[in-house]
């Protein structure tokens, strides 16, 4: 199976302030078909389910605020939240698809306003 | 409006069976490919089973022969068969929609394995 490992597992960042969460895969997760990586990543926030923020490593769901974007380099990967915001307090997560199943979730980071 | 809605959890002794059910609007399970995701308290997320449109059916080695995913088209609604259920076991049990990423999820229902 294919792991993701993210870091940190918590960060606290001011409001305003640049977000980046990474995450990185055990194996090479690029599709030679379209030549985009197989990865997404989702947001927790307390109490709800996951909601979808970026999948092909880069590409924003649709209504997913333009503060969020997705960034890629060999197997690393990094959620980038521009300017933070005290509703993007939240648990993320990222998550590949390109061996499955299973699907492989990373392990989370927390995201706190400092 | 793309919904769903997942019932069936509670309290069940190890060893037990419990059914859950997801049912879905605003777009057909049919046509989709459905997935079983679960979250114990405090953890991250585990994918469980996913049911392909054609019906072929995958598993997490956890529960390969233990847990059975299915569908009735008519509902229009996405099950999960639990049976011999450990203490492992215990989680928020989410549905979602995808083949790739998943871009629909459920509230969730609690499943809580325990004597």
């Given at each position: 199976?294919?792991?993701?490992?993210?870091?940190?597992?918590?960060?606290?960042?001011?409001?305003?302030?640049?977000?980046?969460?990474?995450?990185?895969?055990?194996?090479?997760?690029?599709?030679?078909?379209?030549?985009?990586?197989?990865?997404?990543?989702?947001?927790?926030?307390?109490?709800?389910p996951?909601?979808?923020?970026?999948?092909?490593?880069?590409?924003?769901?649709?209504?997913?605020?333009?503060?969020?974007?997705?960034?890629?380099?060999?197997?690393?990967?990094?959620?980038?939240?521009?300017?933070?915001?005290?509703?993007d307090?939240?648990?993320?997560?990222?998550?590949?698809?390109?061996?499955?199943?299973?699907?492989?979730?990373?392990?989370?980071?927390?995201?706190?306003?400092? | 409006?793309?919904?769903?809605?997942?019932?069936?959890?509670g309290?069940?002794?190890?060893g037990?069976?419990?059914?859950?059910?997801?049912?879905?609007?605003?777009?057909n399970?049919?046509?989709?490919?459905?997935?079983?995701?679960?979250?114990?308290?405090?953890k991250?997320?585990?994918?469980?089973?996913?049911?392909?449109?054609?019906?072929?059916?995958?598993?997490t080695?956890?529960?390969?022969?233990?847990?059975?995913?299915?569908?009735?088209?008519?509902?229009?609604?996405?099950?999960?068969?639990?049976?011999?259920?450990?203490?492992?076991?215990?989680?928020?049990?989410?549905?979602?929609?995808g083949?790739?990423?998943?871009?629909?999820?459920?509230?969730?229902?609690?499943?809580?394995v325990?004597?």
């Amino acid at each position: 199976d294919i792991v993701l490992t993210q870091s940190p597992d918590s960060l606290a960042v001011s409001l305003g302030e640049r977000a980046t969460i990474n995450c990185k895969s055990s194996h090479s997760i690029l599709y030679n078909s379209n030549n985009k990586n197989n990865l997404a990543w989702y947001q927790q926030k307390p109490g709800q389910p996951p909601k979808l923020l970026i999948y092909w490593a880069s590409t924003r769901e649709s209504g997913v605020p333009d503060r969020f974007s997705g960034s890629e380099s060999g197997t690393e990967f990094t959620l980038t939240i521009s300017s933070l915001q005290a509703e993007d307090v939240a648990v993320y997560f990222c998550q590949q698809y390109f061996v499955t199943p299973p699907y492989t979730f990373g392990q989370g980071t927390k995201l706190e306003i400092k | 409006e793309v919904q769903l809605v997942e019932t069936g959890g509670g309290l069940i002794q190890p060893g037990g069976s419990l059914r859950l059910s997801c049912a879905a609007s605003g777009f057909n399970v049919r046509s989709s490919y459905m997935n079983w995701v679960r979250q114990a308290p405090g953890k991250g997320l585990e994918w469980v089973s996913i049911i392909y449109r054609d019906g072929s059916t995958y598993y997490t080695d956890s529960v390969k022969g233990r847990f059975t995913i299915s569908r009735d088209n008519s509902k229009n609604t996405l099950y999960l068969q639990m049976n011999s259920l450990r203490a492992e076991d215990t989680a928020v049990y989410y549905c979602a929609r995808g083949e790739l990423y998943f871009d629909c999820w459920g509230q969730g229902t609690l499943v809580t394995v325990s004597s």
